[in-house]
Every structure is written in C-alpha cells, then in structure tokens.
C-alpha cells in the first residue's frame, strides 16, 4: 500500500518568507508525527497529533512555526517568516492502533533551504 | 544533557566483521526502546524494537540494561548492505511508538569489502 508522502521534495526559500509543508500520511494512521533533522544532527521532535486529542506542541522551536490536521488526515506545517537555522529536512511520520503504534513510519521529508 | 546519546563513530569495518553501538539514555521513567536505520538521504526505518530480555533477529541482537539505562545493538557477520546510519530511539510510553521518540544522533557505519 502506499506509504506517507510529503510534498513538496524539496524547497528553496528566502529569508523572511513562510512556507507550507505537506505530509498525507498512510490511510487509517491516527497518529501523526512531525519531526526534523539538521545535518549531521538527529531527529527532532517538532509536534505530534493523536486522532481527536489537542496536539502535542511541546517541540516546536518557535512561535513561527504551526501545524494543523484536518480531518484526521493530511497535515501541514508552516513556518512563518523563515530563518537560516530553519534550514533541514522536515520529516512526517504515521502509526496506527492496528500495529500496536509498534511503529512511525516516516516519509521521505522535505528539504528546506533558507537563502 | 540529551536525552539520548550514541557514540557518532564512523565505525568502518571490513564484511564478516562484529560490531557494537551503544546508547546511553537519561530519563529513568523511559519505558521503550528502539533501534531504526536510515541510510543516506533517506527516511529512517524501524529495524528492531529493543526488550528488556534482550532480543535477536537474525544477525542483529539488541540489549538493553535498565540499571545503567543503556542500550546496545551488535551486528554479527556485517555486510555491504548495512552500511547506514544506526538511531538509537526511545520513548516514554510501554510498548509503543506512542506519542513522541528522543533520537540519539546515531551512529555511522561502513562495511567495506
């Protein structure tokens, strides 16, 4: 079946302008996990979205950034005003009930680039 | 201090070889344990969910040690193909991914002819 996709690949900005990210995740995953990783960096937890209950926002860096689910499916993450140190890749990750939440699986992210 | 910690390596060894990583964890109340792979430029993927007995799949055996809230990975007769990056993951609810994972910075490896 298909996996989580991620729009855009990849994204090339300049300083001082917002961008969209865009994660569909697999069909069914109720949980919904944004994360992103920096190079030469591990992955870091940005926000996290459990079926109905308030998501968890605990590690969004900053009030520039925002993320939102709608319909329990697709979601966006936006960052407002964009810096250098926003530069990384954006990565979106799923789970599900039916395999216990054993694990995320992660797309293939976004790269985003701050000129 | 992080929450997770891995040794970066680059660990470079020849195919046939045995090689360990290690990760320690700083939270005591952290109930789950996981090791994923992420190769070059690419997503990272579960490759096995670490037990408190310690666990084996194939060629790969995970321990985890509460008392010093340490985790290993060991990796026997290595190939070509497990050349990747090795993220330590661990998370505060039992017996899930539920809900957010602490990533090490993981740890290189090369497996050379």
């Given at each position: 079946?298909?996996?989580v996709?991620?729009?855009?690949?990849?994204?090339?900005?300049?300083?001082?302008?917002?961008?969209?990210?865009?994660?569909?995740p697999i069909?069914?995953h109720?949980a919904l996990y944004?994360y992103?990783?920096?190079?030469?960096?591990?992955l870091?937890f940005?926000?996290y979205?459990?079926?109905?209950?308030?998501?968890?926002?605990?590690?969004?860096?900053?009030?520039?950034?925002?993320?939102?689910?709608?319909?329990?499916?697709?979601?966006?993450?936006?960052?407002?005003?964009?810096?250098?140190?926003?530069?990384?890749?954006?990565l979106c990750a799923s789970s599900s009930?039916?395999v216990?939440y054993n694990e995320q699986f992660f797309g293939?992210?976004?790269?985003?680039?701050?000129? | 201090?992080?929450?997770?910690?891995?040794?970066?390596?680059?660990?470079?060894?020849?195919?046939?070889?045995?090689?360990?990583?290690?990760?320690?964890?700083?939270?005591?109340?952290?109930?789950?344990?996981f090791?994923y792979?992420?190769?070059?430029?690419?997503e990272p993927k579960l490759?096995?969910?670490?037990?408190?007995?310690?666990?084996?799949?194939?060629?790969?055996?995970?321990?985890?040690?509460?008392?010093?809230?340490?985790?290993?990975?060991?990796?026997?007769?290595?190939?070509?193909?497990?050349?990747?990056?090795?993220?330590?993951v661990?998370n505060?609810?039992?017996?899930s991914t539920l809900g957010r994972l602490?990533f090490?910075?993981?740890?290189?490896?090369?497996?050379?002819?």
């Amino acid at each position: 079946g298909a996996g989580v996709s991620q729009s855009p690949s990849n994204k090339v900005t300049e300083k001082g302008k917002d961008v969209e990210l865009r994660c569909d995740p697999i069909s069914g995953h109720t949980a919904l996990y944004w994360y992103r990783q920096s190079l030469g960096q591990g992955l870091e937890f940005l926000i996290y979205f459990q079926g109905n209950s308030a998501p968890d926002k605990s590690g969004l860096p900053s009030d520039r950034f925002s993320a939102e689910r709608t319909g329990g499916s697709v979601s966006t993450l936006t960052i407002q005003r964009t810096q250098q140190e926003d530069s990384a890749v954006y990565l979106c990750a799923s789970s599900s009930y039916e395999v216990g939440y054993n694990e995320q699986f992660f797309g293939p992210g976004t790269r985003l680039t701050v000129l | 201090r992080k929450e997770v910690e891995q040794d970066p390596g680059p660990f470079n060894v020849p195919e046939g070889a045995t090689v360990a990583f290690n990760c320690t964890y700083s939270n005591s109340a952290s109930q789950s344990f996981f090791w994923y792979r992420q190769d070059c430029r690419k997503e990272p993927k579960l490759l096995m969910s670490v037990y408190s007995s310690g666990n084996e799949d194939g060629r790969f055996t995970a321990q985890l040690n509460r008392a010093s809230q340490y985790i290993s990975l060991l990796i026997r007769d290595s190939k070509l193909s497990d050349s990747a990056t090795y993220l330590c993951v661990v998370n505060m609810f039992r017996g899930s991914t539920l809900g957010r994972l602490y990533f090490g910075r993981g740890t290189q490896l090369t497996v050379w002819p």
